[in-house]
């Protein structure tokens, strides 16, 4: 009978997890002490904070560690860009057996309330409550390629090109490694002659709406998967609402949720 950790945690994403997290090295010159909690229960359980939605204090104990032990080796984590390494990881993988589209990226983003912290800011969509903004860029077919968070006052063409330039060097079935799409859909918030102008000097050819020109009843014609992609990310329920005061905490149930999707296809 299999335990929740190892339902949370499969053999497979464990064996991912470990060439990216770093080996911790304990020494103890008194002796003595307590066994260290082991990194694969501690990742269950912050697996467990991101899906569920709950906060630390509810980590079950039948994970083993305590929850201010779980909470410590998360902040450790998110600090040495764990997270980050992992969604890179599963990124290489997927890559290497073709299953990224590279001939057509999408980009968006969706905003969430936040309690406070930084990078958080007045929502004009939510009558000025405070929030923050996820960004997205999503292959073909919808799987998350690079992500990123503002405050959720910050226009969304402020985002693309450090969004655009995060994209890191994937491996390819076959030849070097790829980190620019053919094409890049948008909705009319990134319509600015400067974007396309980025765009087309990287070598991608912008499909942005054009304000006044296309209507908005074309703009779900190629951009429905990253939309759907939203959907996905709100499986992560710690996403519904930002708690997190460190955008860098933040970041990381971002990642969190983004490398769980990405696994999900390559577990397919």
């Known amino acids: 009978m299999t335990s929740l950790a190892e339902r949370l945690v499969s053999d497979e994403l464990w064996e991912l997890f470990r060439r990216v997290v770093p080996e911790a090295v304990v020494v103890r010159p008194q002796g003595g002490g307590r066994r260290r909690a082991g990194d694969r229960e501690c990742l269950a359980a912050i697996v467990f904070v991101a899906t569920s939605g709950c906060t630390w204090r509810q980590v079950p104990p039948l994970f083993g560690p305590a929850w201010p032990t779980v909470y410590r080796r998360f902040a450790r984590w998110s600090?040495?860009?764990?997270?980050?390494?992992?969604?890179?990881?599963?990124?290489?993988?997927?890559?290497?057996?073709?299953?990224?589209?590279?001939?057509?990226?999408?980009?968006?983003?969706?905003?969430?309330?936040?309690?406070?912290?930084?990078?958080?800011?007045?929502?004009?969509?939510?009558?000025?409550?405070?929030?923050?903004?996820?960004?997205?860029?999503?292959d073909r077919s919808g799987l998350p390629v690079a992500v990123a968070i503002s405050a959720a006052n910050t226009h969304v063409s402020l985002a693309l090109k450090p969004l655009v330039a995060s994209i890191p060097p994937i491996r390819s079935r076959r030849g070097p490694r790829r980190r620019r799409p053919d094409k890049l859909h948008g909705d009319k918030g990134y319509d600015y002659p400067h974007l396309r102008r980025w765009l087309r000097s990287r070598g991608i050819t912008p499909?942005?709406?054009?304000?006044?020109?296309?209507?908005?009843?074309?703009?779900g014609r190629h951009r429905w998967v990253i939309e759907r992609t939203m959907s996905w990310l709100a499986g992560c329920r710690r996403l519904h609402r930002r708690y997190e005061r460190k955008p860098e905490h933040s970041l990381a149930f971002t990642a969190i949720a983004t490398s769980l999707i990405n696994y999900r296809r390559l577990t397919k």
């Open 79 to 138: 600090k040495e860009r764990v997270w980050a390494c992992l969604h890179r990881v599963i990124l290489d993988e997927l890559g290497a057996q073709g299953d990224l589209d590279w001939s057509r990226f999408a980009v968006d983003s969706v905003s969430v309330r936040a309690l406070k912290g930084l990078l958080t800011g007045p929502n004009p969509t939510d009558r000025g409550k405070n929030g923050s903004k996820i960004h997205l860029v999503t």
């Open 207 to 219: 499909r942005i709406a054009r304000r006044g020109i296309e209507s908005s009843q074309r703009l």
